[in-house]
């Protein structure tokens, strides 16, 4: 007797939605929809740059080896991290092979959303959005409804979900419709976000933090001969970022000390200055964790399961490493004899992945201690050359569960 293919969607095709939708499609008895808001030619954050941590170059190489060798030839190996003062003086120098087994890497955002989609595009329908979803009610098919709305405000319906995946990002709809709108907190820090098409590997090269009192510069080169450029300062826990410092001048004085930039810096600082129009402008802020519904029918992953601040570069780095357990269960489910039972392996997929985004999200927002109001960054860095923070690196960086 054949089984009936059970129908998964997957809402957003950003970081964990595109790994979910490469490896699940390949199951035999699963029908797999993907449904992206954006269009290939349009994505927002595409303007900018990020880094992936070494954890998440070793998930993919355990789970995913195809696309870890893809990523890995499209991208510049993440192997150190430096802090200096903007004036010069350096703090800290951490080789990452001391805490971790592998490098991690450097690339773009549009690189990336191009080389993670690339291999699914057949199954993503772009330009259409989730607009409401659901347990199904009386007289549909379930177990879950889902509707959709494409760029046309052409609506469509797609009933029997066996499984929804949410990979749609901190504001998923996914979340909102079964758990609520989740309340962030606010940790009263600004960050903005800059792609500059120049690079100078003489100044800025791999990954590195400059820091005015809490101000701080983050940059590092990425290919494409380009420039990623990220800078902080803290904002009261309340507010909005105020028009008055999206400015040169004001931008200018946050970072220069009294005894004037060392050359990264001024190099740095001017591109910010000349770009301002550019800038992506963020507040740092997270919120709990969710991962999976109680009848074992929905699953989220990365920004939507777990909204946590970019400090330690985590973000997009544990949706990597959450999409390659959720596709380890996954495919047990479907390889076992009998109905793949997916409420059990959603059940498995939140044992194994809860602790480890707990531990990073926590270890992300302790990390932006010298971020806020106040903080003393010689201090604060000299701490992160001890041996605990060190350990928890290498806990971040190594500890990657392998079933
Ligand atoms: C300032 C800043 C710097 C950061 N730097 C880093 C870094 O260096 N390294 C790192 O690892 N992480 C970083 N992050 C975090 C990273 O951006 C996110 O954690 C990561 O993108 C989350 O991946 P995701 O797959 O959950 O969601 P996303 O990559 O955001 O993808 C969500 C997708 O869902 C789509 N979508 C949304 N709603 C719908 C809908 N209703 N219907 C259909 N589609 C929908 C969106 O268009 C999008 O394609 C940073 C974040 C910020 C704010």
């Known amino acids: 007797m054949t089984r009936r293919r059970k129908r998964i969607v997957i809402v957003g095709t950003g970081v964990a939605g595109s790994i979910m939708a490469d490896g699940l499609r390949k199951l035999e008895n699963a029908e797999v929809i993907c449904l992206e808001r954006a269009t290939t030619e349009d994505h927002a954050e595409a303007g900018t740059g990020l880094n992936v941590g070494p954890n998440a170059i070793k998930a993919l190489t355990l789970y995913h080896p195809e696309l870890a060798r893809t990523l890995l030839a499209e991208s510049l190996p993440w192997e150190s991290w430096r802090i200096e003062l903007t004036g010069g003086r350096e703090l800290m120098h951490l080789p990452l092979r001391e805490v971790a087994d592998n490098p991690g890497v450097r690339i773009r955002w549009a690189m990336l959303y191009q080389l993670l989609r690339q291999p699914v595009r057949d199954c993503v329908r772009f330009g259409v959005e989730a607009a409401a979803v659901r347990y199904a009610r009386a007289g549909e098919t379930g177990p879950i409804v889902l509707e959709t709305v494409d ?38 820090v600004c960050i903005f976000r800059l792609l500059l ?152 997929i939140e044992a194994r992945r809860l602790p480890r985004v707990q531990f990073a999200a926590g ?41």
């Not at 949410?166 to 998923?172: F, L, V």
């Not at 990390?367 to 350990?391: C, H, I, N, Q």
């Open 151 to 188: 760029r046309d405000a052409r609506t469509d319906k797609i009933d029997g979900i066996d499984l929804l995946v949410g990979g749609d990002g901190r504001y998923s709809k996914v979340r909102q419709a079964f758990w609520g709108a989740p309340k962030p907190t606010m940790i009263g």
């Open 197 to 348: 098409n120049e690079a100078r590997p003489d100044l800025v090269d791999d990954y590195g933090q400059w820091f005015n009192g809490p101000n701080r510069l983050l940059a590092f080169r990425v290919p494409g001969d380009s420039t990623y450029i990220s800078g902080s300062f803290p904002i009261p826990l309340d507010s909005d970022v105020s028009d008055d410092i999206k400015n040169a001048d004001s931008l200018r004085q946050l970072y220069t000390p009294p005894e004037g930039l060392s050359a990264k810096c001024a190099f740095l600082v001017d591109a910010i200055c000349n770009n301002v129009a550019h800038i992506h402008w963020a507040r740092l802020q997270e919120a709990p964790v969710e991962f999976c519904d109680r009848h074992g029918r929905i699953l989220l992953l990365g920004d939507a399961a777990h909204p946590m601040v970019p400090t330690l570069g985590q973000g997009g780095t544990q949706a990597i490493e959450d999409a390659c357990i959720a596709l380890d269960e996954l495919r047990r489910a479907f390889a076992a004899p009998g109905e793949a039972d997916i409420a059990a392996a959603l059940r498995r």
């Open 363 to 403: 270890f992300s927002r302790d990390a932006t201690d010298t971020m806020l109001a106040g903080a003393d960054p010689v201090t604060g860095t000299l701490a992160k050359t001890s041996p605990e923070f060190r350990a928890k690196l290498a806990r971040l960086y190594r500890d990657v569960s392998a079933a």
